[in-house]
């Protein structure tokens, strides 16, 4: 298989998460989320948990020091030599020059998605509290309101899911991400995918786009 190196770019909610799963299970390339990672820290209660669900809570991003060296930490895995897709990072210009220092990368995807549906997406999100499995009251609503279809737990709105929050994520996203988007493409990097239908036909798109991409 061909080594991707990849990063994953676009506003919150906008099926990076998604299709970076969907990739993973179908061509076994390793993802790595640092919202995963942070998400997991806050549920064991570690410093640094605690630390970035203050910051989360308030839809401000966690500062540049802290993500670049979990994410180097994480690069230096065996899993990862060959291929991956970096999932929320980089998030600001001074991330992908440190990135730049310790990996090299085949393309950097951007997901565009506009802000209404983002709000549409994120603020109808509901997730089991006790298997993690999403649902939209809308779009993926659960059999009996609340519950969970698969394991029967209680479903909840997330902290960063508030519409106010959500604002102030793409705020964030708008003043301090979408700059990367420039950045990427002056290296001849960047590939834009349009994120805005179903998770099947955005992941088909990508397959097909990210082939002719890398061939160049």
Not at 4 to 12: A, R, T
Not at 54 to 78: C, N, Q
């Amino acid at each position: 298989m061909q080594t991707m190196k990849l990063i994953f770019l676009g506003p919150p909610g906008a099926g990076k998460g998604t299709i970076s799963k969907m990739i993973t299970e179908r061509l076994g390339i390793p993802q790595i989320s640092t919202g995963d990672m942070f998400r997991a820290a806050i549920k064991e209660k570690t410093a640094l948990g605690l630390k970035v669900q203050a910051i989360l809570a308030a839809g401000a991003l966690v500062p540049d020091e802290l993500t670049i060296a979990i994410v180097k930490e994480r690069l230096s895995w065996p899993d990862v030599r060959q291929s991956y897709i970096l999932d929320g990072f980089p998030r600001t210009i001074a991330q992908a020059d440190a990135l730049a220092e310790f990996s090299e990368l085949d393309a950097a995807v951007d997901f565009e998605v506009k802000d209404d549906l983002i709000l549409f997406r994120l603020t109808g999100r509901r997730v089991c509290t006790s298997c993690g499995a999403i649902y939209h009251r809308v779009t993926k609503p659960p059999k009996v309101e609340g519950i969970c279809d698969l394991c029967g737990g209680n479903l909840y709105i997330r902290s960063d899911d508030q519409e106010e929050t959500v604002k102030a994520r793409l705020k964030a996203y708008h003043d301090e991400t979408e700059p990367l988007i420039g950045y990427y493409q002056k290296r001849g990097l960047l590939l834009t995918i349009d994120g805005s239908p179903d998770a099947e036909t955005v992941y088909n798109t990508f397959i097909s786009e990210i082939g002719r991409f890398l061939k160049k």
